[in-house]
């Protein structure tokens, strides 16, 4: 018995020392980073990745992703990781651009403000960051700048809808109802399935509402109502992807609450006239 329990306990030794071993090998192959991009693709353990990785931007850019958009939603853990990519490259593409978006969500303007002008200087090619810019513009009440960031954007990427949108809104806020429905029909002509935008419908239905064209506003409210209840709670969020989707549900009844509320408004107007 004695004998045995030796044995044993000289196997588990030399298991162990073979296990050090095969570490430092794969350390001395890969190298650091080389481990940090294993931990991450076949065992997803981001934090661990995160701390070993030394010099692979990509890498904490990949991570970031998975705390902000594609994965656990953890603003500080993302913020932390965009941080780190930024840190080994400055100039990454998308680095200050999500920390600027991060930013924005947590409603620290002044610092949004900073991030996306810097992504701007590094990639100016890369006008989405008028879209953010435009948003954090409008937030800080800045509306001139804000209407100029969304009219550049649109004509940058002329099929989304969310430029059009977004440029109506701050149309609306600006009291320009009639550049705010000329916005909607734009993007209603430009956009694919535009007929059936909730969002698109809702924002035309403002526009004609402040405008008093009643009978017009309650057939785009009654269209947007349509096709928001078909919406799911994942629609919601991917048209909003920088909020937490455990909220989603939530936004989407406020939204649709909003459009049955502007409803009653149009059909009131109709009653009064």
Not at 166 to 181: G, H, I, M, N, Y
């Amino acid at each position: 018995m004695r004998k045995y329990f030796i044995r044993r306990t000289w196997v588990k030794g030399c298991f162990a020392l073979l296990c050090v071993v095969v570490v430092l090998a794969i350390a001395l192959i890969l190298g650091r980073d080389g481990i940090a991009r294993a931990v991450w693709q076949q065992y997803q353990f981001p934090i661990v990745a995160l701390k070993l990785d030394q010099a692979d931007a990509d890498l904490a850019m990949q991570i970031g992703s998975y705390y902000f958009g594609s994965g656990a939603y953890d603003l500080d853990r993302g913020d932390a990781a965009f941080s780190k990519a930024i840190a080994l490259e400055p100039g990454i593409l998308w680095g200050h651009y999500q920390l600027a978006r991060i930013a924005f969500v947590k409603g620290n303007f002044t610092e949004a403000l900073s991030e996306i002008n810097t992504e701007l200087k590094y990639n100016p090619e890369n006008l989405r960051s008028l879209y953010i810019r435009g948003l954090i513009y409008a937030y800080s009440g800045r509306l001139e700048l804000a209407e100029a960031d969304f009219r550049r954007f649109t004509e940058w990427a002329p099929s989304e809808w969310a430029g059009y949108n977004d440029l109506a809104w701050v149309l609306a806020k600006e009291s320009k109802f009639a550049d705010a429905e000329k916005s909607i029909e734009e993007g209603m002509q430009r956009v694919s399935d535009a007929e059936h935008n909730p969002w698109l419908w809702n924002s035309l239905g403002v526009a004609e509402l402040n405008l008093e064209k009643f009978v017009s506003a309650k057939n785009s409210f009654e269209e947007a109502k349509t096709s928001a209840a078909l919406l799911t709670a994942d629609d919601w969020h991917k048209s909003d992807p920088g909020n937490d989707p455990q909220f989603a549900e939530n936004g989407l009844e406020q939204f649709r609450d909003s459009i049955e509320a502007n409803l009653k408004k149009a059909e009131e107007g109709i009653k009064s006239n």
